[in-house]
């Protein structure tokens, strides 16, 4: 396999895991911000950030790590389809624990905020 062949099965292979990977978790995904967030702004910023990074970061990830380090004289297909195929995938981790990194700091702060809110209330009364 050439990197020109891996370039082109790259794009449908990122796409397809990332896809699958969107159509898993947006669900609970978006009832756990709903859920956390006051106002619902949490999760119009988020879900679709998310689901932006999913789409990019295994993309960039399989390019940087599984193309660009792939030999000019070529591999053999089913090195370089499972190359790619690790690239997408240790992207998708690497972007859900940023996702998941980010998301327990919003949830602190927004915990945070609810507390401090409850704490005015009982000292107003």
């Known amino acids: 396999m050439t990197v020109s062949a891996a370039l ?56 940087l790590f599984g193309v660009a380090t792939m030999p000019t004289s070529g591999v053999e297909p089913e090195f370089g389809y499972l190359r790619i195929l690790l690239g997408v995938l240790g992207g998708c981790l690497l972007v859900l624990a940023g996702i998941g990194s980010k998301l327990s700091k919003h949830q602190r702060r927004v915990m945070r905020y609810r507390e401090l809110e409850a704490a005015k209330r009982s000292m107003m009364q």
């Open 8 to 63: 082109l099965l790259l794009f449908p292979i990122s796409l397809v895991v990332s896809t699958a990977l969107v159509a898993v978790i947006i669900g609970s995904f978006r009832a756990t911000l709903e859920h956390y967030s006051d106002d619902n702004l949490g999760a119009v910023f988020w879900v679709p950030y998310s689901v932006i990074m999913i789409y990019l970061v295994p993309l960039f990830v399989a390019l």
